[in-house]
């Protein structure tokens, strides 16, 4: 039965109206200082002269063009790019192979479980600790981990100075050591989720280990590989902590990768209009990146409404 | 021909003794349709499982028409199989759905998907082929999950659950074709199921199982009819079988099962052996084998209706004691043309030699089993 009292409108009262923007606001409020802000700062600043000085003045594009006549940056791109590529590869290939290996091949066993445990150890323990653990496998004296093994086998008579030749190398091996793990969880856990029951169907149908890895497997880690591809390349490109601590850059400039060459302007030399500058080309970079790879793993499929018909 | 001898499974990390399959023999002709029935946890499903060579028999043998197949594995058993969730490959299409079993051994492409269009005519869905399991309703699914399975032209069936994941309706309609396409086919089928009006309906014949162990292997109208103990005669009927306690007992030259509310003469030629007398037994008959009938009736027994349900087809009437002597209630389904309220006092009879008796000193064995 109709009446009036049933046919009024229902009204939101104020206190409900304001509860979600009230949740939001101590989240809000952080977000803007501490993401926002420094955002708008550095944009400001990269158009300015600020340095030591405190006295900045306004230069216009002054800062972007100098990169580009920068004499270090063929080095320091070259640097950026085989750091970040050879780094995403071969952590993402090894956290593939240690993903189906152990969620897989040996699922539900111990030692799958103790294995993947084992990989995390580098990426919990605090990155200082991490690189002097690296800087004493490498040390180019005798006392060096690596340099005494080889001495005590006989390999080598004299230390390797393994820094001098190999510091790259070195770099993207701590790098990937430490960031498989998060790949690997990842990867798991999607491998993880696909139901007992299409590896049965597969074992009846006669399915070779090699299809059930393409056809089943592959496709499912399709999304968590393009959200694992992506946040790792944006760390790489502007990560510089790692290098910072082990190399420094060096030797020469043999290590140093845009987004630390931006930390050394700013903050060792104290260009901070200059280093704002080469840290908005890094975020530029991460941008075109990240909208390429978007693309490359056809993103827009995901989010499209599946089509169900009766 | 399919033959599972004295079969055991026992899972690791169970305890001694509790096994999921329990000395299990069964014979499965060429052809046939069997249906493997029971409750949750009988152990139907492993036995599926191992005939699909999924998992192996702790002991015991299974031979696929003379060739003993316990270590064989499942892709060269010539199985064909249905999950309960389809098990589709969701990256697939349809038509590589379909083809999959014949592409990994290694049928061209071409040929293959030939074939996998011609399996998907049988089921008539050829209009999907390009369609990705995500975009076909339950009931498609299941189609593609039929036609995957029998593209390979396997000799052997196997359906875990079919349809349990089906509407009512749809059901009906999937159990019609999958039974039209057996026989068209002649592929040997076994189907897992807890549904009983499925198994029933579509099986030539019905294997019950609980605890691990077979209790009886017949076509469905001789498990309804001849139980061999109380658990099939309670387990199979919807509305299930009424049974009442009571005692074997002589009187005046006639044998009689005497319950606390009513004594039911046994019919000359249902007499049981002498032995019997005297035993603890359950006296059991389904509710459309009771009539309403009147006072002056032969074995007439006074009731009071407690509650009549509409049923559409029937009516079912639960019927008690009125002086409460007997514990349980009666269950009898009648016609819609029996005129019956709740608060009635009514007659009823049992329509002759459609009684079972149960011994309950012997695991509940159906007395009158080989009459």
Known sequence: MENAASRQIYKKPFTKKIYPYLFIAPFALLVFVFFILPAIATIVMSFTDLNASMKPKFVGVTNFTRIFSDYNLPQILWNTAIFAVLSLAISLLFALIISIATQYFLKGKLSAVLYRVLWLIPSIIPAVVYVTFWKYVFDPTEEGFLNSLMQQFGIVSDPVSWFTKGAMAIVILATIVSTISGGMILLSAAINSIPEDLYKAARVDGASEKSVITKIIMPTLKWPLMYITISELIGFVSSYFFIMLLTGGGPMRDTTTLSLYAYQQAFNLKYYGYGAAVSLIVVFISFILTLFFLRLFDFDQMIRPSRIED | ?371
């Open chain 2, 1 to 371: 021909m399919i033959t599972l001898k004295n079969i055991v499974k026992e899972y690791e990390g169970k305890q001694e003794g509790n096994k999921a399959v329990d000395g299990l023999d069964l014979e499965i002709n060429k052809g046939e349709f069997v249906a493997l029935l029971g409750p949750s946890g009988c152990g139907k499903t492993t036995t599926l499982m191992m005939l699909a060579g999924l998992l192996k028999p702790t002991s015991g043998e299974i031979y696929f028409g003379g060739r003993l197949v316990n270590h064989v594995e499942p892709k060269d058993r010539n199985i064909g199989m249905v999950f309960q969730s389809y098990a589709l490959y969701p990256h697939l299409s349809v038509r590589d759905n379909i083809a999959f079993p014949l592409r990994e051994r290694k049928i061209p492409k071409l040929e293959a998907y030939e074939r996998a269009k011609e399996t998907s005519k049988i089921l008539q869905i050829d209009h999907l082929l390009d369609r990705k399991p995500a975009q076909l309703s339950g009931g498609q699914q299941q189609r593609v999950a039929m036609a995957r399975a029998l593209s390979k032209n396997p000799e052997i069936l196997l359906l875990d659950e079919p349809m349990s994941n089906l509407d009512a309706r749809l059901k009906l309609d999937v159990r019609d074709e999958i039974r039209k396409i057996q026989r068209n086919l002649g592929v040997t089928t076994i189907i897992v199921t807890h549904d009983q009006e499925e198994a029933l309906a579509i099986s030539d014949r019905v294997a019950i199982l609980n605890g691990g162990k077979i209790q009886q292997y017949a076509p469905p109208n001789e498990l309804f009819n001849h139980p061999v103990n109380l658990f099939v005669a309670s387990f199979l009927g919807n509305p299930p079988m009424n049974l009442v306690k009571g005692t074997l007992e002589e009187k005046s030259g006639n044998q009689v099962v005497a319950t606390n509310g009513f004594e039911y003469v046994l019919p000359e030629d249902r007499r049981l052996d002498k032995t019997h007398m005297g035993k603890q037994v359950l006296f059991g008959i389904r509710p459309h084998d009771i009539m309403i009938c009147d006072s002056t009736d032969m074995q007439a027994i006074k009731m009071k209706i407690d509650l009549v349900e509409h049923l559409g087809s029937g009516k079912l009437v639960k019927a008690i004691d009125p002086q409460h002597k007997l514990e349980t209630m009666i269950r009898i389904l009648t016609g819609n043309e029996i005129e019956v309220n709740s608060g009635d006092n009514v007659y009823i009879k049992f329509k002759e030699r459609k009684f079972h008796i149960f011994d309950m000193t012997d695991n509940g064995v159906n007395l009158l089993q080989y009459r």
